[in-house]
């Protein structure tokens, strides 16, 4: 008799699971503590690397009006980073987002991002410096693939994939543009870290601060600053910066007692920064004027969202999305011509913005110029793919005969959950199902309690079906076949199913599915 049992198998699963954990123990760069961690200093790399331009397109754009401010902003994180402690490992790069949210992020790798409208609330070049070490350190630190290595713990054997984000871009119409990037990007850039990375954040963003030169006070005024318009509930600030980064009491109360451990004085720089903040301050008035006019226009109110650009267009003239507002306003009153015209000038004041040329791409094929929207559409896919680009680009395949490019592009947008994405879906069910029907609606034979026969159909898509037929044939209980044709006599709503009577009735329901067949011959997209 064998005497050694074979071991469990979930005691295996145990033991590799944690030889799995024994691998993925790290040191953390900055803190030297042990961390959990799947993902290396490549990973980061390349993750910053591929998500940096779309996240930035997909959040506004680049701020490139002050072309000075974005070098000072630069130079300020430089000087910063020249004290993390991977330094020469990490790939660190700052820009300046072209949007009025108060909000900051880092991506993994050292890419960070401070919007436009968080400038406009700092003091200093001091809290400027608070707010860029923090992210400096979660990019440091690893933060975010500490975060995803917590993930995968849940989630082992799951498959990465690419889904789409709803980056709502605001118009007269309504429009509705989803972004597509990785939902890695809006997880990585909307992920709210633990306490202890946010203490990190704070704790070695202030010596990377003194490190620096920097005064470490502008830290705790910083925090300050936030924990006031937290307690007042600034809608702003709760929709930006606080959604990931929440302050607290405990945290001001840290920073005041780091601040102690570090050497007194440094820069502050005040001066400085309200210098180089001019420009912008000075234009403020002019996106304060355009925010409420795409506010006001998001609600329907053209009447009052007309004379807010108007205002924002005579303070700041050369600002591109102001001009794109104003071929939105133009296009919704049905002015297609003057509405390309100001497309143009918002693509000649920024053309690496891909709602200007997506927008001025539509404008082309509404004129009946399919040769100039083509190249808009595809350059506003390349700078940020959108299922409103696709949709488009789609329709023009489709136009001109090219079914397998027009399929592609169809599949692409309708992987959107909007307006877009279900009208792709329901040019590829047109596009398919007088071929195919069988490929759009399930069928199975079923009886009731009286032995009368159905085919149920199912419509598999997300559109509304009409004239469904069915070819059906039956085995009676003498053995005899009967065959017919059946019409469903309404509509069948997207993901319903109906039955149709076959006019067949049997004795025993044993083995329907063997002596029941139901085929759809023919089905069309409902009117």
Not at 121 to 146: C, G, K, P
Request: glycine content about 8%; overall charge neutral.
């Amino acid at each position: 008799m064998n005497m050694h049992r074979a071991r469990p198998r979930w005691t295996r699963s145990w033991q590799w699971f944690g030889l799995l954990l024994l691998a993925a123990c790290a040191v953390n760069p900055v803190t030297g503590e042990r961390q959990l961690q799947f993902y290396d200093a490549d990973w980061e790399r390349q993750t910053g690397a591929e998500l940096y331009a779309p996240m930035r397109q997909a959040g506004g754009g680049d701020y490139i009006q002050d072309p000075a401010l974005t070098a000072y902003v630069r130079d300020v994180g430089e000087r910063l980073a020249a004290q993390a402690r991977r330094r020469d490992t990490l790939d660190f790069e700052f820009r300046i987002l072209n949007d009025s949210t108060p909000n900051a992020w880092a991506l993994p790798g050292g890419k960070i991002v401070v919007n436009r409208g968080l400038l406009t609330r700092l003091n200093s070049e001091a809290e400027l410096a608070a707010v860029l070490a923090h992210e400096i350190v979660h990019a440091d630190a690893a933060h975010s693939a500490q975060q995803q290595s917590k993930g995968v713990l849940t989630q082992i054997g799951a498959t990465a994939g690419m889904v789409l984000i709803g980056s709502q871009v605001d118009s007269s119409a309504g429009q509705q543009a989803a972004a597509m990037v990785p939902a890695l990007g809006a997880q990585l850039i909307t992920q709210k870290f633990s306490r202890d990375a946010e203490r990190e954040a704070d704790q070695y963003g202030m010596r990377y601060m003194a490190d620096a030169g920097y005064d470490p006070q502008g830290a705790v005024q910083l925090q300050e600053t936030f924990l006031r318009l937290s307690e007042g509930r600034d809608p702003d600030w709760l929709n930006g910066l606080f959604a990931s980064h929440p302050p607290s009491r405990e945290r001001l109360e840290r920073n005041r007692a780091m601040a102690q451990k570090l050497p007194a004085g440094g820069h502050t720089e005040p001066q400085r920064y309200a210098r180089m903040m001019a420009g912008l301050m000075r234009s403020a008035p002019a996106y304060a004027a355009y925010d409420e006019a795409i506010a006001a226009a998001g609600r329907g109110e053209f009447d009052r969202a007309r004379p807010l650009l108007d205002r924002a267009l005579e303070q700041e003239p050369d600002e591109a999305l102001f001009h794109a507002l104003d071929g939105d306003l133009k296009a919704h009153t049905g002015a297609l011509g003057e509405a390309l015209l100001a497309y143009d000038r918002a693509v000649a004041r920024n053309g690496e913005y891909f709602y200007h040329v997506l927008r001025r791409g539509q404008a082309h094929l509404k004129l009946g110029q399919p040769a100039a929207a083509r190249r808009d559409l595809e350059r506003s896919l390349a700078l940020l793919p959108t299922s409103l680009g696709h949709y488009l680009l789609g329709n023009l395949e489709r136009d001109a005969g090219r079914r397998d490019a027009a399929r592609g592009h169809y599949e692409q947008a309708a992987r959107s959950d909007s307006e877009t994405g279900r009208q792709a879906q329901r040019e590829l069910v047109l596009m398919e199902i007088a071929e195919d029907p069988g490929r759009f609606v399930a069928t199975a034979p079923a009886a009731d309690g009286s032995g009368n026969l159905y085919c149920v159909v199912a419509n598999r898509t997300s559109v509304a079906l009409d004239g469904i037929t069915v070819r059906a044939g039956f085995s009676d209980d003498a053995g005899s076949r009967q065959q017919g044709r059946v019409r469903l006599d309404a509509a069948l709503a997207a993901q319903q199913r109906a039955n149709i009577a076959l006019g067949w009735r049997t004795m025993t329901t044993a083995g329907l599915e063997n002596r029941v067949s139901c085929e759809v011959e023919a089905a069309r997209v409902a009117d």
